[in-house]
């Protein structure tokens, strides 16, 4: 996958955390390409029902707010975009998971070349920081049964976009 520049810099964002992770040599290792969930592109359908042992580990990256600031400074705006990166290994033995946190940390230290270089909006590189955040992996949610094969946070972070408040006070759509 690569970054469609001439989408909106949220998508972009989605895009390049996938690139960070696919370009990871451990994390292609683990993952193989029929389990990333991937909700970026055009496929409306890519959970998978009926899961059996090949389907595991599974990732996704999901969006799960964002944070907005007009004028931030005198010229310029600020979003924060937080996303988090979330697995399902299937069972809960250490290793598994261990192994999969390990490879996501590690894809996620080349943000600056897949997110920071590569994110594109009206001709301006907008992505300035990343924020890591704290994930909690919970095997068991209170409320619920407890599910080992559920889906766990594995890695959570904020991205910060600068963008000239004029640039986005003049956005009418499209590219």
Partial sequence: ???????????????????????DTEFARLVPAMNRIDYTGDDRTVDKP??????????????????????????SSSAKAHFVIEVKVGDKRLENMTQLLWAIYCAMSRWETYLRDEVEWQGENVVKKL???KADINY?????????AGWVTAWAGA????????????????T
């Fill in 1 to 23: 996958m690569s970054i469609d520049t001439s989408a909106d810099p949220l998508l972009q964002c989605g895009q390049g955390i996938w690139d960070c992770l696919v370009a």
């Fill in 50 to 75: 009926g899961l059996l042992t090949a389907d595991f580990p599974q990732v996704r990256v999901v969006l799960t707010g964002l944070e907005s600031q007009i004028y931030r400074t005198s010229n």
């Fill in 131 to 133: 924020f890591p955040m």
């Fill in 140 to 148: 068991m949610p209170k409320a619920e049964r407890p599910e080992p």
């Fill in 159 to 174: 991205l910060e976009l600068f963008i000239l408040t004029t640039t986005v006070q003049e956005y009418e759509g499209g």
